[in-house]
């Protein structure tokens, strides 16, 4: 618990002001230093009854978010006025006005796009998380320093989250999880990524982290060793031949370590690639890269190589600016090894990202450099459209916040560059908006191939139309590039609005029918009903017959007697005032006052919830309860689709636990890949059957070429039973790869 002693909080917080100037005094002149002096009075006088979570001073915060900026990201000084100032005009008395007065219009613009968006919320059509994050976006082409503190910002909040209840605490990591990250990974800020990721990971998946973690500490000794006896002879081979170098190591990420657990089905002991050495050489920019290829060349005479490992990101670089050699040989010891090459200059915008660029490139702090600009130019199509909700806008920009490029080709030669994963419909989108309106398929390589097909590196790609061809809504489960997921639906809407006033008549007909005021009121309570995002959607699904006479009279009937929500109503206080609303109204204004813990009976004949089908959640798994019409699914909290919706509906979490019930059992997938040979399926029966004493309701097996990959379906009682029986199918002989569907 913490204690309140004034007089030690003043010291610590002059103490951390000092630590902060001594981060940039040696970059800062008189007057700079002045202007953040004068931030920090600021913001110290208008925090100065505030307090966080943990009980210290709120000044603490914006201290931390601007140490950070300055000694993590190399930001100058007025980032720091401004990460000092970044809560002032949303927690206090404080104005934008009063910022530019008191400092200068390019702090208070900063200032402006750190700040949230205020008084905006609707549970049915709108997300406050979804909205803050677009307005963020949208500052980006102003001045690129608003992203990098807002970084920081949540870095600092990640680090602090314990405080939290552990509802925010999901909302909180779900949303770092799903933007936050893959913002850091594109800007090339690879030590917020890791660490960004990592805290969610903490919260999202508490069970897997620790465990990762704890193997981690207890492997740390004997990883040193195979590091030193690893990098002895390499060090001597460089020092002969003349290098200025250093060599250092870094763990993977708990989170990219789990992640390659759960896509190879492995367990932690048999991933060869947790730590990787990185060779960084002191060499002059011009010739770097020969230094590196130099470098290469004589681990490469040291080692085999494994092939298919080799990266080079020297001749072409990542979108987000990255650039070394990979390679992965095979140590003495018998354990492949990850060897990174790169000079100083490299290694900085590595771990720094855009923020080193400013140090290396001819580019004014807060400005644009080449490769951002290119890819902001792309976000900008979404951004530009009136009709793209917050959370269409959230969705499109994190399927377009990957790094990874492909180069393709026109008939006549021409190099296109698009987006990892771009289907032949995104080239042409990419090519001429008509030449995308108007695809039906296309030759890839000379061979006729469909408009959803991947195309991949070199592809030479020639585009098939016809006059008859129309986008349908599945095109965009097709497409990744900004361009051609804005065009599509253009045509989409353009094409649903011409059924506008014929919709509208026809929904007018069904609410006289069932003697319904036809008015806007009651047009728009339809709407939120359906979940539909325009009127142009609902008349144009009118229309199409997929609004009906009965949907109508769902929607406004009186009678809930049958609704599964009125479970709810023990674990979840009824509100007497609220009897004019609808019942999954009642639900969300009672959730809201009171976010209790809702216990999840194992009798799923009874309670009103679902176990959702995307992850299967059994007992013994951390689970969260999300809001639905009609019902609360329960998944996982590391499901993905799980995570997809907290990072945008923070206020449709449930917390939920398991009541100890062993009676039930649940049914559970596991996927199987190893070396066929006689025998193997009666033991994996026996396994299950005997040993086990498990019900199994299928199991499917193919072999070819004396590989196997097959899956089972098992009834069982809850998740450590699941990886305990996991952790059994791994060692008969010949299994390689044993993972939970």
């Known amino acids: 618990m913490y204690i309140v002693d004034e007089e030690l909080e003043r010291k610590e917080i002059l103490s951390r002001y000092k630590k902060l100037i001594s981060t940039v005094s040696d970059r800062a002149t008189k007057e700079e230093k002045l202007m953040i002096r004068k931030a920090f009075t600021v913001a110290r006088n208008a925090h100065a009854q505030a307090r966080r979570r943990t009980g210290e001073p709120y000044i603490y915060h914006p201290l931390e978010v601007a140490r950070i900026a300055s000694a993590d990201l190399g930001l100058g000084p007025t980032a720091i006025v401004c990460a000092l100032l970044h809560d002032v005009v949303e927690d206090t008395e404080y104005t934008l006005e009063d910022i530019e007065n008191i400092f200068n219009k390019k702090v208070a613009q900063i200032v402006d796009g750190l700040t949230k968006i205020q008084d905006i919320f609707d549970y049915d059509t709108q997300s406050i998380q979804s909205e803050n994050f677009k307005k963020l976006i949208v500052t980006i082409g102003d001045d690129v320093r608003v992203i990098l503190l807002k970084l920081c910002d949540r870095l600092h909040n990640m680090r602090t989250l314990d405080a939290m209840s552990e509802k925010k605490q999901l909302k909180i990591a779900s949303e770092t999880q799903f933007l936050y990250v893959p913002l850091a990974h594109r ?22 982290y620790y465990t990762i973690a704890d193997k981690l500490k207890d492997t740390e000794e004997d990883r040193k060793k195979f590091i030193s006896d ?11 031949k003349g290098f200025d170098f250093t060599i250092s190591y870094r763990v993977k990420s708990i989170t ?15 991933i060869y690639d947790i730590f990787a050495i990185r060779i960084i050489l002191n060499t002059p920019q011009e010739v770097e890269k020969e230094t590196c290829y130099s470098v290469y060349s004589l681990i490469s005479g040291m080692y085999e190589q494994r092939a298919d490992r080799f990266r ?9 600016g990255y650039e070394a050699l990979h390679t992965t040989v095979m140590s003495k010891q018998g354990k492949w090894v990850e060897i990174q090459i790169r000079s100083m ?14 140090k290396y490139k001819e580019v004014e702090e807060g400005a644009l450099d080449e490769n951002l600009d290119s890819w902001l130019s792309s976000i900008r199509d979404l951004l530009d459209n009136p009709t793209t909700s917050a959370i269409d806008f959230v969705n499109d920009f994190k399927m377009n916040i990957v790094t990874d490029e492909i180069t393709v080709f026109t008939p006549k030669g021409k190099s296109i560059s698009l987006t990892f994963g771009s289907s032949v419909l995104d080239f042409a989108f990419n090519i001429d908006v008509s030449l995308g309106l108007s695809c039906i398929g296309a030759k890839v390589n000379y061979k006729v191939v469909p408009i959803d097909y991947k195309l991949h590196n070199a592809d030479q790609v020639e585009i098939i139309t016809s006059s008859i061809a129309r986008p349908e809504e599945k095109w965009l489960q097709y497409v990744r590039t900004p361009k051609a997921i804005q065009e599509i639906r253009k045509a989409i809407d353009s094409y649903k609005s011409m059924f ?18 036809f008015d ?34 769902s929607c406004f009937s009186k009678d809930e007697k049958n609704s599964s929500w009125i479970f709810l109503k023990n674990p979840l206080k009824t509100n007497k005032d609220s009897k004019n609303n ?32 995307c992850c299967n959640p059994l007992p013994g798994d951390d689970i969260v309860g999300l809001i639905r019409e009609g019902s609360i699914e329960v998944h996982r909290t590391s499901c993905k689709k799980a995570v997809d919706e907290m990072s945008k509906h923070g206020n449709h979490i449930i917390k939920a636990k398991w009541r100890e019930n062993e009676k039930i059992t649940f049914l559970a997938g596991i996927k199987i890949q190893g070396i066929d040979r006689k025998g193997l399926l009666q033991e994996l029966a026996r396994v299950i059957s005997e040993i086990w004493n498990l019900n199994m309701r299928s199991l499917a097996m193919e072999s070819s070429e004396g590989v196997f990959e097959g899956t089972m379906m098992v009834y069982i009682s809850n998740a450590d039973s699941l990886n305990s029986l996991m952790d059994n199918i791994r060692k008969i002989d010949g299994i390689e790869s044993v993972k939970r569907m």
């Open 520 to 553: 806007q009121t009651n047009v728009e309570i339809l709407r939120k009903y359906m979940g539909i995002e325009s009127l142009t959607d609902l008349y144009y699904k009118v229309f199409n017959d997929e609004i009906d006479n009965y949907l109508v009279q």
């Open 500 to 517: 506008y006033s014929v919709g509208e008549d026809k929904l007018r007909e069904i609410f006289e029918h069932n003697k319904i005021t």
């Open 312 to 320: 080079d990101w020297l001749t072409k670089p990542k979108s987000n």
């Open 345 to 358: 200059r490299m290694d900085e915008i590595a771990e720094k990202g855009l923020a080193a660029h400013y």
């Open 256 to 270: 990219s370590i789990l992640g390659k657990m759960e896509k190879k089905g492995v367990k932690f002991e048999e």
């Open 230 to 240: 690893f990098c002895k002879p390499i060090r001597e081979k460089l020092k002969e």
């Open 582 to 613: 609808t019942l999954s109204e009642q639900i969300r204004e009672q959730i809201q006052e009171n976010p209790e813990k809702l216990l999840m009976n194992q009798d799923i004949e009874s309670l009103p919830y679902v176990t959702a089908k």
């Open 187 to 208: 800007l090339g800020l690879y030590k917020f990524k890791s660490e960004l990721e990592d805290l969610a990971t903490k919260y999202i998946n508490p069970k897997d």
